[in-house]
């Protein structure tokens, strides 16, 4: 099973709408997670951190169920530039970020 | 305020020859890691170094691939006699500070190494 588990999509929804992207982790010793987001044939970029109390950045809410080992991020409003890869990441005390596979959002207008 | 610098982008080395991937790490930080993502799938984890130290190398394959970060300079990635199998996006990242507190990695654009 992997560490860290995404379902790749592709998710294609049209502009203005609202999506939703799950991410299940195994590793109940895991200190820290964080939402990245990768464009084609480009390095990942922080999108954002996950807290348990869950946290928000104007369309974005990231959020985390320790009891459940789940993490989420919500998109609200998706413009055509959301269109991208999204990757949970997991880090733990071992210092290396261990990532999903990655979900494919396409906004079509 | 230069971020993470990888060099070169794109790499051709035919099967048998020699692959060196250098790294400089963003003003500041000491920390660096590199990550190996093959076509279609996830960033996998492969090293993690700090100056003149590996600290971390469970994620290397245990021949052909070395790492180093050296006290001056770049850190550097090498593959010898490299296969097609070594086709990837290597994607370096730095990092100010571990122990304990959120380790905020920041990544460079990549190289992308292609065997002939």
């Known amino acids: 099973r992997k560490e860290v588990e995404q379902d790749p999509g592709p998710f294609n929804v049209p502009e203005g709408a609202t999506v939703a992207f799950n991410c299940t982790y195994s590793n109940s010793a895991s200190q820290s997670f964080f939402w990245y987001r990768q464009d084609c044939r480009k390095e990942p970029k922080l999108l954002m951190s996950v807290y348990s109390s869950g946290n928000e950045d104007g369309r974005f809410t990231a959020q985390l169920n320790r009891a459940s080992q789940y993490i989420s991020l919500l998109i609200r409003d998706s413009k055509l530039s959301d269109s991208a890869t999204y990757l949970c990441v997991g880090f733990y005390n071992t210092d290396k970020l261990i990532f999903g596979t990655g979900t494919r959002l396409q906004v079509f207008p | ?116």
């Open chain 2, 1 to 116: 305020n230069a971020g993470v610098m990888q060099n070169p982008r794109h790499l051709v080395r035919r099967r048998g020859q020699e692959a060196r991937l250098r790294c400089s790490p963003m003003k500041g930080h000491s920390h660096v890691y590199w990550y190996r993502q093959l076509p279609e799938e996830g960033l996998k984890f492969m090293v993690y170094l700090q100056k003149e130290n590996i600290i971390d190398e469970s994620g290397m394959p245990k021949e052909r691939f070395s790492a180093e970060f050296p006290k001056e300079g770049p850190s550097i990635l090498r593959i010898q006699q490299v296969v097609r199998g070594d086709s990837a996006a290597y994607f370096c990242a730095s990092s100010l500070m571990t122990s304990g507190l959120v380790n905020i990695q920041y990544f460079g654009a990549g190289t992308r190494l292609s065997v002939l």
